[in-house]
Nanobody, 126 residues
Framework: VQLQASGGGLVQAGDSLRLSCAAS?????????MGWFRQAPGKEREFVAA????????SVADSVKGRFTVSRDMTKKTMYLQMNSLKPEDTAIYYC???????????????????WGQGTQVTVSS
């Protein structure tokens, strides 16, 4: 599975962005869940959101709850992260990931994911 994240950019506080993560590859692998993580400079990578691929159940970190929404389009094999009311502290590289397991609606650790995309930079100016 290859994951391609896109949609990042430079925005002002209060603006919105939508990130996309497209899955591709010649080898068909069933993945049960996709997720978003982010890593700010000097900080560890942190969980942002996850979605069950078949059922569509979602998990969102408390730090972004009410502002970020995760969704997916199964026909396009693409996951999205709609980010509204962006804050400077949302500045980070955003990574998408996929897992062959789904562990329910909860926060996740990055070692629970099997495949990773290359990341897309989101910068929010004040």
């Amino acid at each position: 599975v290859q994951l391609q994240a896109s949609g990042g950019g430079l925005v002002q506080a209060g603006d919105s962005l939508r990130l996309s993560c497209a899955a591709s590859g010649r080898t068909f692998i069933r993945y049960a869940m996709m997720g978003w993580f982010r890593q700010a400079p000097g900080k560890e990578r942190e969980f942002v959101a996850a979605i069950s691929w078949t059922v569509g159940s979602t998990s969102v970190a408390d730090s972004v709850k009410g502002r970020f929404t995760v969704s997916r389009d199964m026909t396009k094999k693409t996951m999205y992260l709609q980010m509204n009311s962006l804050k400077p502290e949302d500045t980070a590289i955003y990574y998408c990931a996929a897992s062959v397991h789904y562990g329910g609606t909860r926060n996740y650790q990055d070692n629970e994911f099997d495949y990773w995309g290359q990341g897309t930079q989101v910068t929010v100016s004040s």
